[in-house]
T-cell receptor, first 116, second 115 residues
Framework: GAVVSQHPSWVICKSGTSVKIECRSL??????MFWYRQFPKQSLMLMAT?????????EQGVEKDKFLINHASLTLSTLTVTSAHPEDSSFYIC????????????FGPGTRLTVT | AQSVTQLGSHVSVSEGALVLLRCNYS??????LFWYVQYPNQGLQLLLK??????LVKGINGFEAEFKKSETSFHLTKPSAHMSDAAEYFC?????????????FGAGTRLAVHP
């Protein structure tokens, strides 16, 4: 139980284009989802917190106009990287929180984004 | 504010040897603590968690961790390393911020297991 999926698992896009990453909780409802970014050989950096039906809350220093987050339903959150640049290349990981255990996060497998 | 320090960015052990990965935390409230494992190009998998019940916590794959309040530590151990244990390990503490339970991660420890 408590499975989280991400799609795509890896994506290559050209500079200036936008790319959307989906995060789905497959067997539970998640009122809250988190988006992280991970650079090579580094820890996870929290980018934003998304809540179903409301605006995402971004961490300090994260550009909300570049990283658009939409928590469309209790099982789906999307991260759109707009006007991507090579420095946006990274590993993006989402996590989802079941409504019944608010302190525990279940992580997706991650999405590798490469911007050329 | 809560924080986590993982001592040793790289740990190397022989197969069959004891694994010890160190984690110290800082928290102004009783903490929830977690250990996660990450294999290359994959997400995080929960190994074990401490949520104020038993101080010795047993997890998956033979790992365990002991919560020591006096030492503010939550070290991860495994009696006998296996080649498949080679991965990145993250210690994390739960912190309430903006009304959400967020995770504060340590920098990670890369475990290498050699024959």
């Amino acid at each position: 139980g408590a499975v989280v999926s991400q799609h795509p698992s890896w994506v290559i896009c050209k500079s200036g284009t936008s790319v959307k990453i989906e995060c789905r909780s497959l067997d539970f409802q998640a009122t809250t989802m988190f988006w992280y970014r991970q650079f090579p050989k580094q820890s996870l950096m929290l980018m934003a917190t998304s809540n179903e039906g409301s605006k995402a809350t971004y961490e300090q220093g994260v550009e909300k106009d570049k990283f658009l987050i939409n928590h469309a339903s209790l099982t789906l959150s999307t991260l759109t990287v707009t006007s991507a640049h090579p420095e946006d290349s990274s590993f993006y990981i989402c996590s989802a929180v079941p409504g019944y255990i608010t302190y525990e996060q279940y992580f997706g497998p991650g999405t590798r984004l490469t911007v050329t | 504010a809560q924080s986590v320090t993982q001592l040793g960015s790289h740990v190397s052990v022989s197969e069959g040897a004891l694994v010890l990965l160190r984690c110290n935390y800082s928290s102004s409230v009783p903490p929830y603590l977690f250990w996660y494992v990450q294999y290359p190009n994959q997400g995080l998998q929960l190994l074990l968690k401490y949520t104020s019940a038993a101080t010795l916590v047993k997890g998956i794959n033979g790992f365990e961790a002991e919560f020591k309040k006096s030492e503010t530590s939550f070290h991860l151990t495994k009696p006998s390393a296996h080649m498949s244990d080679a991965a990145e390990y993250f210690c994390a503490v739960s912190a309430v911020s903006g009304g959400y339970n967020k995770l504060i991660f340590g920098a990670g420890t890369r475990l290498a297991v050699h024959p």
